[in-house]
């Protein structure tokens, strides 16, 4: 039974930082890219960052580049999101989720919340003025 579990959410000054992680189970996390999307309330879930398989490729959002900096550490299973710089509008609440991607399908990562097979529950980011 894959299981993703998301945590590290809070309650965070403007300008200030915070890092979610996501633990995952069930899976061969290896042959996965990890994402992080994202859902305020009102809006539609957008994408912020992906990694593949190796850590080696990364992609971003716009609105989080040079901000944000996603990572896994493969021996733990776990994807991290380092939020720097943080905004008001960063509020939501954050998923992770897991594609199958092992490393040779191409492209390595995908931005589509649809290609991702797995999701976290979510951790809220609250982000004050």
């Known amino acids: 039974q894959v299981q993703l579990v998301d945590s590290g959410g809070g309650l965070v000054q403007a300008g200030g930082s915070l890092r979610v992680s996501c633990a995952a189970s069930?899976?061969?996390?290896?042959?996965?890219?990890m994402a992080w999307f994202r859902q305020a309330p009102g809006k539609e879930r957008e994408f912020v960052a992906a990694i593949n398989w190796s850590g080696g490729r990364t992609q971003y959002a716009d609105s989080v580049k040079g901000r944000f900096t996603i990572s896994r550490d493969n021996a733990k299973n776990t994807v991290y999101l380092q939020m720097n710089s943080l905004k008001p509008e960063d509020t939501a609440v954050y998923y992770c989720a897991a594609d199958y991607r092992p490393s040779w399908r191409t492209p390595g990562i995908r931005d589509g919340g649809s290609d991702y097979d797995y999701w976290g529950q979510g951790t809220q980011v609250t982000v004050s003025s």
């Open positions: 069930g899976l061969t996390f290896t042959t996965y890219a």
